[in-house]
């Protein structure tokens, strides 16, 4: 369908305004998916849109773990410059993960898979604040997925108990 004003298609429209204003579109896409305009919908980069959800939340998933995991390391690893903000950091990437598997469920069997990458980042990580060389670190994750996400599992030597209250 061509509109009188632009001689454009109402798919030409919904492409421009996908382009130029994302929330505009957004909005437009959502009220028309609420009144059933099936015909008026922008399929193409509303297809897109949706599948790309889906790889964000994977994404956050294993970047929260490489972080986890990079603190988990510098806890074993530097034991002596262990700190507050170290395990409030560990603390929190666990409490944002369980918060994030809640929420999407379908992501706990991506856990087991994604552990190799995340623990290459986490590697990485923990070489770079600690100025460990990057051997210092098992070449696979030494941690089951158990132990990552248990509020009991600091590794290494215990801490003191000031730090841990």
Partial sequence: ?????????????????YETDF????Q????LLLHQEWNQLDLPNLIEEIESLGRKERQELRNRLS????????????SAKRGRSWLNTIRIQ???ILELLAENPSLQAYLQE?????YLKAIALASGETNLPLKTFPPNCSYTLE?????RFYPGEPA???LME
């Fill in 23 to 26: 929330y505009a579109w957004t």
């Fill in 28 to 31: 437009q896409q959502a009220n």
């Fill in 94 to 96: 666990r409490l944002d």
């Fill in 114 to 118: 994604v552990l190799p990458k995340a």
């Fill in 67 to 78: 972080i986890l995991i990079g603190h988990l390391l510098k806890w074993e690893y530097q």
């Fill in 147 to 151: 132990e990552i996400m248990s509020d």
């Fill in 1 to 17: 369908m061509q509109t009188p004003q632009t001689g454009q298609t109402t798919t030409n429209l919904q492409a421009n305004l």
């Fill in 160 to 162: 003191t108990d000031d």
